[in-house]
């Protein structure tokens, strides 16, 4: 087992807590100093690294955890040590697991990636519906306005018939037993 020797900013990024959580935890014991040249060094294996670090995840009142988790990443500002020691942490992550879990694990991540694929074709074909919705109801209204156009047409000419009849009716020869011939 590997023990890291960390400096207090890369305890901090590294098992995402604050500096005074840090300094906390090194006031009741639950982190190991050590006087390194520059001041302080936490000394901690891996696994105690990622069991913190893991339990700061979950956490839902760990700021630093917030952070991560909006950002997807911490701060860049520690040395290539830190990073390679991080990557040490990523490496050994499963470290300790039963095969079963992880072929588990990898089994649900398949699963998940098969459900994310269904979404996208759902998603295509839903925005193909939508698109056909469009494209018919422009139609709709296109024959719906062709429509009022061609009633129009027939109320004239509907009009026009009636003021032929009227005109008709005005040329007709009066006579007959209406004004006074029987």
Known sequence: MQNLKISIQEAQELLLMSQSSVY?????????????????????????ANQIRELNLKSKRNKASKQLNATG???NSGSNNFQEETEILKENAFEGMPQSFTAKLISELKEL??????????????????????????????????????????????RQIEELKTAQEAKKPRGGWLFGKR
């Open 113 to 158: 990636a098969l459900e994310a694929g269904k979404y996208k074709q759902l998603e295509i074909i839903r925005n193909e519906e939508k698109e056909n919705t469009k494209y018919w109801q422009e139609k709709f209204f296109e024959a719906d306005h062709a429509l009022v156009e061609k009633n129009y047409e027939i109320e004239a000419l509907k």
């Open 73 to 75: 990443s911490t701060t």
């Open 24 to 48: 906390a935890w090194i006031d009741k014991g639950k982190l190991q100093t050590i006087d390194g040249p520059s001041g302080k060094l936490i000394v901690i294996s891996n696994q105690e």
